[in-house]
């Protein structure tokens, strides 16, 4: 079974609906993160979850909303879908920056394609 | 912005070679990772290397960090055609401990 698991891994949606991704994860991990892969421009950043009471915006944060319901779930919800947030959303965990065993190595989920027509 | 820059954006090499791959970056770091991603799949982390360190090796995989010059490579001896993927690097800064990724280098190593 996957450690980080997202859902769903494809999901095809119109112009203005609402979207939910959503994340588990099994590894323990306080940190999780979302990303957007487009083709060319490499991961950028969404949103960050040090802990389930502290959420961050990252470097592309409009148009995205996140709900941390639990240590293990991190969901990613866009309120109203447009064609240009068509993209491959990955969720990642890492250990606490606090912890011995941090060096920031992210563990990724398997994606979620999304295309909003 | 991204934090890290990659050269080359697509590499095509034979089976055998030696696959070069470099990564440079803008600001203080406390570490430079790789990573790798098949097709349309997760990333997978390759190795990491702290910024008092200057090269690292993992089994085929060596990787160097110049912090003068703010640049990494990635070296990948001996390639096979499972090596074929997109080859990210990724730094973690000192302030947020947060990951930037690079635009990636497609690597495309034929049997």
């Known amino acids: 079974d996957a450690d980080v698991t997202q859902t769903p891994r494809n999901r095809i949606t119109k112009t203005g609906k609402r979207i939910m991704l959503e994340c588990s994860q099994t590894?323990?991990?306080?940190?999780m993160y979302w990303y957007r892969q487009d083709p060319g421009l490499g991961l950028r950043l969404i949103y960050y979850?040090?802990?389930?009471?502290?959420?961050n915006k990252g470097e592309i944060s409009d148009g995205y909303s996140v709900s941390r319901q639990a240590q293990a779930k991190f969901s990613l919800s866009l309120e109203s879908a447009i064609p240009n947030q068509t993209a491959l959303y990955f969720c990642?965990?890492?250990?606490?920056?606090?912890?011995?065993?941090?060096?920031?190595?992210?563990?990724f989920g398997e994606g979620s394609r999304l295309t909003v027509l | 912005s991204q934090q890290g820059e990659e050269d080359p954006q697509a590499l095509s090499i034979q089976e055998g070679e030696n696959a070069t791959m470099n990564c440079s970056y803008k600001?203080?770091?406390?570490?430079l990772q790789w990573y790798r991603q098949n097709s349309g799949r997760g990333l997978v982390h390759l190795i990491l290397?702290?910024?008092?360190?200057r090269e690292k090796h993992s089994g085929r995989l060596r990787v160097t960090l110049d912090t003068s010059k703010k640049s990494s490579s990635l070296l990948i001896t001996a390639s096979r055609a499972a090596d074929t993927a997109s080859y990210f690097c990724?730094?973690?800064?000192?302030?947020?401990?947060?990951?930037?990724f690079g635009q990636g280098t497609i690597l495309t190593v034929h049997p």
């Open positions: 990724a730094t973690k800064d000192t302030s947020y401990g947060k990951l930037t």
């Open positions: 290397i702290r910024s008092n360190e």
């Open positions: 979850s040090f802990d389930v009471k502290d959420i």
């Open positions: 600001t203080s770091i406390n570490n």
């Open positions: 990642a965990t890492s250990y606490p920056f606090s912890s011995g065993e941090n060096t920031g190595e992210l563990f």
């Open positions: 590894k323990g991990h306080d940190r």
